[in-house]
DNA sequence: TCATCGATATACATAATTGTATGAACGTCG
DNA sequence: CGACGTTCATACAATTATGTATATCGATGA
């Protein structure tokens, strides 16, 4: 309890976390079995707690250590964080530039903005965090996100880009085996793909169109891409935003004038790196390419 | 660029960031100033930037670190909230919790709640991070969150607690001076405290109110607690919450009936943390003490 | 059943980090 | 203007942390 202990002890302890054992944490690392040990045991002694129950096939993380797992990669992440911003140079557009986005939008939307904007600034690295759960917002661990409702805090840039239509959507395949509904009713007697987790999307949903929380659903999922690719294999009706639905994929958008639930859509980044050309550059470019897609959202439904 | 530097070297560079010198990060940390020389050293070797220009007179901080800075502050306080965590019993309600509020709530409600919760348990430490420009939301710089917005995140606890209510409020003195206005045209009339900043509730009042908008201020400040202490101090009508008019307070609410956003105000903390009962005890508490202040605030209106 | 491979733990030598002591530069104050 | 109290920089000694080598335990497979 007299010193406070070594920050080097915190990245051993992640590093032994993810490996599962001392030896493996130190061929990582770059340090050796004891080493790792003796910082394991002084992290023990400082937290006067056991991390770790040692047996002779590795190490296993007792349940204070799965608790302080989450601070520790927030550690790690805000090391990258720190390494990546102060040797990347001010003044021109290269390095890394981190962006946080929701998996669907990361994996179906962002892409090709990305390609575009590396063609234009070939030094340019982009990181993309594509992440439902842990949204990794703003606390530095990104630099740049795109958010899916109003983000909160000041002292950030903030550009509202507009809404993403949702709609109910089907396989073109499901649709000739079991019919098109044409009312919301009809839905009742089709197949459903539900979500398992509450949103705010989904509770807003729940309020205008309460009959649609009462249907069975007869595949349930909380992960989006999950949702989408069930809907993309025939398995039914879901909902996804309605640019997927674009020529050659095979997806009908149904309903479109029945249902209709916009999703706002925010990039954000902090204030402070706007004097930062590869942020600027970055923010700049999934402006414009967001916005890009959601004219041709409408235009696909129209 | 061979091998990672050392966490501590962060350490290091957070604290001459804060003291101004390497000599007084030395002192503060129990080290020599040589060696917090070599870390900074070694640091601007591998950031391959200069952090520090050295003066006989202290350490004057670059740009670069001024950007690193926010990054090493995050580590500081992560490693804090890993200590903290670890090293409190998990059984038992005793340790610390820390609690992100904004100024308002932080400085003029939560300090009876907490008193009451310390009551109960004398063991249990509050850290209250009262803040609105850092709003160091839920990354772990914060066990507990009180939040005017809805937190989007999902894995959050998240417990709506209502509307505290908010009015154009004046010191008695103000009044007895200048009369009490009775609509919302006769306020171009008085002096008006103004905000400086944009937030999501004054684009909300601009909306709904769009007259208020072009009162021409006579006091204008970001900072809600300067807001209010200008209300008290007699300056002329502001808006804060009504509860703060409570008897003895010398407050007047005013315009009640003409006048009315509410704001939502949400408890939020970590769904892993549900299970430290300090934890589960502090939201519990927050709660309750925050809907008897909501309660209080409609009694006072009334 | 025994050999092998991986794991952790311990003892000792080594290398790296840190501390001590000192010098030089700058600002402050009498 | 000079003494004093800061600061940072440098050279050398001491300490601490790390690496090497080895022992031990346990799981796996021929």
């Known amino acids: 309890m007299n010193v406070e202990p070594s920050w080097d002890f915190y990245r051993s302890f992640i590093t032994v976390l993810k490996q599962g054992s001392l030896s493996a944490a130190a061929r990582e690392l770059g340090l050796t079995q004891p080493t790792i040990g003796r910082h394991i045991d002084a ?13 002779s096939n590795g190490l296993l993380p007792t349940d204070i250590a799965l608790d302080l797992q989450p601070y520790a990669e927030t550690l790690a992440t805000t090391v990258n964080a720190f390494l990546r911003t102060g040797s990347s140079r001010r003044d021109k557009v290269e390095g890394t530039v981190r962006i ?12 090709p903005i990305i390609a575009d904007l590396q063609e234009a600034y070939p030094l340019l690295q982009v990181e993309l965090s594509a ?16 958010r899916m409702a109003e983000p909160q805090q000041d002292a950030l840039l903030i550009r509202r880009i507009g809404d993403i239509p949702l ?14 509904p044409q009312t919301m009713a009809e839905l009742s007697d089709h197949r459903i793909i539900g979500f398992d ?19 069975a659903a007869s595949f349930r999922t909380s992960n989006h891409l999950a949702h989408l690719a069930g809907i993309r294999a025939g398995i039914g009706i879901g909902i996804c935003q309605t640019g997927l639905a674009r020529p050659g994929s095979d997806l009908v958008h149904i309903l479109a004038d029945e249902f209709d ?26 402006v414009k390419g967001l916005l890009n897609y959601i004219k041709s959202c409408k235009e696909t439904r129209a």
């Not at 509770?203 to 009462?214: C, G, K, S």
């Not at 859509?265 to 923010?283: G, I, Y």
Request: aromatic share 8%.
């Open 43 to 55: 992290l023990e002694g400082a937290v006067g707690a056991q991390l770790f129950i040692r047996s």
């Open 167 to 180: 709609g109910f959507h089907a396989h073109r395949r499901y649709l000739e085996r079991h019919g098109t």
């Open 131 to 146: 992440s439902d759960t842990l949204e990794d917002l703003m606390n530095r661990e990104a630099d740049i996100a795109v």
């Open 100 to 111: 946080s986005a929701s998996e669907v939008i990361g994996i179906e939307v962002l892409p």
């Open 261 to 286: 639930i916009p999703l706002g859509t925010w990039v954000a980044m902090h204030e402070s790196l706007k004097t930062s050309p590869r942020c600027r550059v970055t923010f700049d470019a999934l």
């Open 197 to 215: 987790r509450q949103t705010a999307y989904i509770r807003m949903m729940r309020r205008l169109y309460p009959a649609v929380d009462e249907l």
